[in-house]
């Protein structure tokens, strides 16, 4: 049986413990022996070569080391230098990010106490956290944090903070007796739970669970259960290797197979004589792995890790830190956020946001422990006989703030966030205390429900009870009401008056405590005939941002949904708050569904409450196997499990804990939900801008493959050479793809659902355009170079071949170079809209010319053009030009490339 379903002395019995003497020291080393030192299992620390070694696993970059085998093959020693270089350059970008963000996540998983008080042999004292087993018996008190999971024996008013551990956004109370067993969680009242903080009172407890058998250790060994998934690119990346790779394999066969049969080498395979027809056949083997080679777009594993790392750049300077390179474009892909509430959506800090006094419902502005904002009713200001209210919150009150660069607090939250709005109203705790001292308390009880303080004024000398507390509780203990400055009888009118504001601001779910005071005589009770001075109402409140971040989600396409362990009440206030729509559902409800009724609520449910992490995970993975792109937000231990299995974690850097931000793949360092929209309007710009290179770069291959594959069928003369072609692909394709990873976004591209999650990078559209450009690119460039074999056919030997493969080559330069801005106008991208690819395009041109015209020429083995010449090269990269956009015209209005 599990501990909170049984009676304190039961588990006593079944631990064989004495609540007097505690365990002895000989049963500790072998209850140790048996359960182990009380930590978690820290995961392996990563290993940087395998983390390196981990670089190479795509098969983009299997196709180019197998093109790195090809070329040292074939001799193309100055191929096998800049494919090596790519490699290592890939390999070593990537290293470096996702090394340098795991060592920024450097505690794992850490059990939060360091101490704890026992009861052993009969004595009090204090070990070590790791130290403890089932059955110790450990004492706690206001501001210890719990160091395993422990059943109450007994407790005086104790409240226990567990926000990290249930989302639960208010200290709970504590009770001994027991619960059933289907009892949630969040609702354990009899248990205390490692991680927790106690907020007040102080308890005696006994250990029942720890290491890896409490709750925060079921969720370590949930998070390890998780294994990594690639992401969407990753996986779109995979394709397209592919689809490169059998495209490069189907190369090699044709222009081998067609080689050997023009030459009539395949006549001696045939007559049995296979040495001979290796020897003849090996040309055209090495020219098949060259054009391999120049097929498969080398730049491209390094200007998508170039482009991603941008990304990566742009975000930190936006507070969003990315863990790992893909994970960038994640973002662009999400289709669902799911949300924690408490210190996600919300701030995490109690704040005031009515207060009724004199007769008047007061609206208080500001949001959190910041001490600024507003008290008003419509046009009326506070006034000095408003205060009491103010002045009983702030002095009947155990917490403290601490004010520096961000306000803190020690103590209960409640009482913190009275200390605030007493700010607010311009009463400051410092000067209150000194003017009204302490000289006497009757602290919280589940039972009263209320709390009072005695204070004696320095000015007058006459003290006060100051009371605060449940309202029908503080109620029945007045008989008089302060109106204006004014003492009258409480009336029963006043009374309901009173009860049915208190139930209206409850059902907005608001805390809702009413306060009082009398005069302090000696031999009366404290709490009894008290003065009604108000109430105040209390919500921990979203982010200001939060509302408008939810509606840009909308008009996104991305769907908000909220998954808390608070209660339902105020999950629903707040989620209607913010603008999430849908119905809302408890977590014990939805996990009674079979698979198939959760899948029809998730369909319309959006609020989900009193949830626990693993419903947080299950609900995760549902949507997933929806089709859906999952991103998972949250602070707490209880998310990290459901963070873990998203397609993308994203953890909160300043309230988050250490398991949560491990478990991530992105970490906010403002805790702002509006910085994961940015981020998705980010996101989806780099895969924009990844789709474009991967367009440029592919129909400039075909187009240069196809141009030499035909020309070899046709018996002409090869028109490029291999230098040449590397220099193509390396400098005049480099340069330009990787001015389009700083492109900018098209207009309204957070105004346009997520792409759909089964399409690859290259789309329907992308493909035809890439196969028609190329074909024009090909058209073109033989008909110069027929044009060229005719016009300068008086040439002798290496002039005549130098001077048409430089019109061939510088043609097919120029055609790319148009190409950029063909496929930028697709986006509505003007020709001036990105300076560093203008720069790009310059620095191609000019390098080209250099390769024409200086002692350059003889190494690329270049021929001077004539006016001649570029008349016709820029004529014909005009009228590709004109044919490419005439093209993209026509798609655009043909339903199936759309």
């Given at each position: 049986m599990e501990a909170y379903t049984q009676k304190a002395e039961d588990v006593l019995y079944s631990l064989g413990v004495s609540p007097a003497t505690g365990l002895s020291s000989q049963e500790v080393v072998k209850r140790r022996a048996t359960y182990g030192l009380n930590e978690l299992k820290a995961k392996k620390k990563i290993n940087p070569v395998i983390l390196f070694l981990n670089q190479f696993r795509s098969f983009i970059i299997y196709i180019l080391i197998f093109a790195l085998v090809l070329s040292l093959i074939a001799d193309e020693i100055v191929d096998s230098i800049s494919i090596l270089a790519i490699l290592l350059f890939n390999a070593i970008f990537g290293f470096m990010q996702e090394y340098k963000a795991e060592k920024a996540i450097e505690a794992l998983k850490r059990l939060s106490g360091l101490q704890a008080l026992v009861l052993r042999d009969?004595?009090?004292?204090?070990?070590?956290?790791?130290?403890?087993?089932?059955?110790?018996?450990?004492?706690?008190?206001?501001?210890?944090?719990?160091?395993?999971?422990?059943?109450?024996?007994?407790?005086?008013?104790?409240?226990?903070?567990?926000?990290?551990?249930?989302?639960?956004?208010?200290?709970?109370?504590?009770?001994?007796?027991?619960?059933?067993?289907?009892?949630?969680?969040?609702?354990?009242?009899?248990?205390?739970?490692?991680?927790?903080?106690?907020?007040?009172?102080?308890?005696?407890?006994?250990?029942?669970?720890?290491?890896?058998?409490?709750?925060?250790?079921?969720?370590?060994?949930?998070?390890?259960?998780?294994?990594?998934?690639?992401?969407?690119?990753?996986?779109?990346?995979?394709?397209?290797?592919?689809?490169?790779?059998?495209?490069?394999?189907?190369?090699?066969?044709?222009?081998?197979?067609?080689?050997?049969?023009?030459?009539?080498?395949?006549?001696?395979?045939?007559?049995?004589?296979?040495?001979?027809?290796?020897?003849?056949?090996?040309?055209?083997?090495?020219?098949?792995?060259?054009?391999?080679?120049?097929?498969?777009?080398?730049?491209?594993?390094?200007?998508?890790?170039?482009?991603?790392?941008?990304?990566?750049?742009?975000?930190?300077?936006?507070?969003?830190?990315?863990?790992?390179?893909?994970?960038?474009?994640?973002?662009?892909?999400?289709?669902?956020?799911?949300?924690?509430?408490?210190?996600?959506?919300?701030?995490?800090?109690?704040?005031v946001r009515k207060v009724y006094t004199n007769n008047t419902l007061f609206d208080v502005d500001g949001s959190g422990y910041e001490l600024t904002g507003d008290i008003h009713a419509d046009a009326k200001k506070l006034k000095d006989q408003d205060m009491m209210v103010f002045r009983i919150g702030a002095l009947c009150n155990n917490a403290s703030l601490v004010k520096g660069e961000r306000i803190s607090v020690t103590g209960d939250p409640t009482e913190a966030a009275l200390l605030v709005s007493a700010e607010k109203a311009g009463l400051h705790q410092e000067q209150l205390q000194a003017e009204w001292k302490k000289i006497g308390e009757e602290p919280f009880d589940s039972v009263r429900k209320m709390m009072s303080t005695i204070h004696k004024s320095e000015k007058t000398l006459k003290a006060y009870v100051f009371t605060k507390g449940a309202p029908e509780r503080i109620l029945a203990k007045c008989d008089k009401i302060i109106i204006n400055g004014k003492v009258r009888i409480l009336s029963q009118k006043q009374r309901e008056e009173i009860m049915a504001l208190n139930d209206s601001l409850a059902t907005k779910a608001l805390r809702v405590l009413a306060f009082a005071y009398k005069d302090y005589k000696l031999r009366e009770k404290n709490e009894a005939k008290l003065i009604f001075a108000g109430l105040q109402g209390m919500i921990d409140p979203p982010h200001a941002q939060v509302p408008e971040a939810v509606k840009m989600c909308k008009l996104a396409g991305i769907r908000v949904i909220m998954i808390t362990g608070d209660n339902l009440h105020t999950a629903e206030a707040i989620g209607h708050e913010?603008?999430?729509?849908?119905?809302?559902?408890?977590?014990?409800?939805?996990?009674?569904?079979?698979?198939?009724?959760?899948?029809?609520?998730?369909?319309?449910?959006?609020?989900?409450?009193?949830?626990?992490?693993?419903?947080?995970?299950?609900?995760?993975?549902?949507?997933?196997?929806?089709?859906?792109?999952?991103?998972?937000?949250?602070?707490?231990?209880?998310?990290?499990?459901?963070?873990?299995?998203?397609?993308?974690?994203?953890?909160?850097?300043?309230?988050?804990?250490?398991?949560?931000?491990?478990a991530s793949d992105m970490i906010l360092q403002d805790d702002n939900f509006v910085t994961i929209v940015h981020s998705v309007e980010e996101g989806r710009g780099i895969y924009e801008n990844i789709q474009k290179f991967v367009n440029y770069l592919l129909s400039c291959n075909v187009g240069e493959v196809a141009v030499i594959l035909f020309a070899i069928l046709f018996g002409w003369p090869l028109p490029?050479?291999?230098?040449?072609?590397?220099?193509?692909?390396?400098?005049?394709?480099?340069?330009?793809?990787?001015?389009?990873?700083?492109?900018?976004?098209?207009?309204?591209?957070?105004?346009?659902?997520?792409?759909?999650?089964?399409?690859?990078?290259?789309?329907?559209?992308?493909?035809?355009?890439?196969?028609?450009?190329?074909?024009?690119?090909?058209?073109?460039?033989?008909?110069?170079?027929?044009?060229?074999?005719?016009?300068?056919?008086?040439?002798?030997?290496?002039?005549?071949?130098?001077?048409?493969?430089?019109?061939?080559?510088?043609?097919?330069?120029?055609?790319?170079?148009?190409?950029?801005?063909?496929?930028?106008?697709?986006?509505?991208?003007?020709?001036?809209?990105?300076?560093?690819?203008?720069?790009?395009?310059?620095?191609?041109?000019?390098?080209?010319?250099?390769?024409?015209?200086?002692?350059?020429?003889?190494?690329?083995?270049?021929?001077?053009?004539?006016?001649?010449?570029?008349?016709?090269?820029?004529?014909?990269?005009?009228?590709?030009?004109?044919?490419?956009?005439?093209?993209?015209?026509?798609?655009?209005?043909?339903?199936?490339?759309?």
């Open positions: 009969g004595k009090q004292t204090m070990i070590e956290v790791k130290e403890l087993v089932p059955g110790d018996i450990i004492m706690v008190e206001e501001g210890s944090k719990i160091p395993a999971d422990s059943r109450l024996l007994e407790h005086f008013n104790l409240q226990v903070s567990e926000a990290s551990l249930t989302g639960e956004s208010v200290p709970v109370s504590k009770k001994l007796d027991a619960l059933q067993e289907a009892t949630p969680l969040a609702e354990r009242s009899n248990m205390i739970f490692s991680g927790t903080i106690v907020t007040r009172g102080r308890a005696k407890a006994i250990v029942v669970g720890t290491g890896m058998n409490t709750q925060i250790g079921k969720i370590a060994t949930m998070i390890a259960s998780v294994e990594d998934e690639q992401t969407p690119l990753q996986k779109k990346l995979e394709v397209l290797g592919h689809r490169i790779g059998i495209t490069t394999l189907v190369i090699c066969a044709i222009i081998f197979t067609v080689g050997i049969f023009k030459d009539g080498d395949v006549t001696h395979l045939m007559n049995g004589d296979v040495q001979r027809f290796f020897l003849e056949a090996k040309d055209w083997l090495l020219t098949a792995v060259s054009l391999a080679v120049a097929a498969v777009p080398e730049g491209l594993p390094a200007i998508v890790t170039i482009a991603l790392a941008i990304g990566v750049m742009k975000m930190l300077r936006q507070n969003a830190l990315i863990r790992k390179l893909p994970s960038v474009e994640t973002l662009g892909e999400t289709t669902v956020i799911c949300c924690d509430k408490t210190g996600t959506l919300t701030k995490n800090e109690m704040t913010i603008g999430i729509e849908g119905n809302s559902m408890d977590g014990t409800a939805f996990s009674q569904l079979n698979e198939e009724g959760q899948m029809n609520i998730l369909q319309t449910t959006s609020i989900f409450a009193r949830v626990e992490p693993q419903h947080k995970m299950a609900i995760v993975t549902l949507l997933q196997k929806q089709g859906q792109i999952v991103a998972m937000t949250g602070d707490g231990v209880n998310d990290a499990p459901a963070i873990k299995k998203a397609n993308l974690g994203i953890a909160m850097g300043i309230t988050g804990t250490d398991v949560t931000k491990e490029m050479t291999a230098v040449m072609l590397l220099w193509l692909n390396l400098v005049t394709d480099g340069l330009p793809a990787l001015a389009l990873s700083v492109d900018p976004s098209s207009h309204n591209l957070m105004g346009q659902p997520p792409r759909r999650v089964a399409e690859g990078i290259m789309s329907r559209s992308m493909v035809f355009s890439i196969v028609y450009v190329s074909t024009l690119i090909t058209a073109a460039v033989l008909g110069l170079f027929w044009w060229a074999m005719k016009e300068y056919s008086n040439l002798s030997g290496a002039l005549y071949l130098d001077k048409i493969q430089t019109i061939a080559f510088t043609a097919i330069i120029m055609m790319e170079l148009a190409r950029l801005q063909a496929i930028r106008s697709e986006y509505k991208l003007g020709w001036f809209s990105n300076k560093y690819l203008i720069i790009a395009v310059a620095a191609s041109v000019l390098l080209q010319l250099m390769v024409i015209y200086t002692p350059l020429s003889t190494f690329f083995g270049t021929a001077t053009l004539s006016i001649l010449d570029w008349e016709f090269i820029l004529g014909a990269t005009a009228i590709v030009f004109v044919l490419n956009m005439l093209g993209a015209f026509i798609r655009r209005h043909i339903p199936y490339f759309n």
